[in-house]
């Protein structure tokens, strides 16, 4: 959205502040691949260069994808998967990762509740899956 590199510094900067007591988690635009199509590359490159948008790519390749709260809420920016068997695969992703184009992490970032389906469904975004 506008003012992009505005709200990741913003972001950031309180991470660094409250170290503590700000989480941030990756997102499915946190991803070099989608950023590109949306405007932030465009952003970056415009106001600064392409090198900072590398920057922040290497940046949020390192940002965790899931995080647990009290062993009880699970907490991302997508949904569950099929691949998912237990919370020690999302631990195991190493990072820095890319985002792939299917599988654990991909859905993680990239699956729907849907309210309408049966189980597992092929989603209308042309990635990951929806889910009730």
Known sequence: GKQSLETICLLLAYKI???DRVYLLRGNHE???I???YG???ECKR???VRLWKIFTDCFNCLPVAALIDDKILCMHGGLSPEL???NQIREVTRPTEIPDNGL???LLWSDPDASTEGWADSDRGVSW???
Do not use: Q, S
Request: include cysteine; glycine fraction near 0%.
């Open 47 to 49: 106001r600064f260069n």
């Open 17 to 19: 502040r409250y170290p």
């Open 35 to 37: 950023n590109r199509i």
């Open 31 to 33: 991803d070099a691949k």
């Open 40 to 42: 932030f590359y465009d």
């Open 85 to 87: 068997e237990n919370l």
């Open 105 to 107: 992490l991909c859905d």
């Open 130 to 132: 929806v889910i009730r």
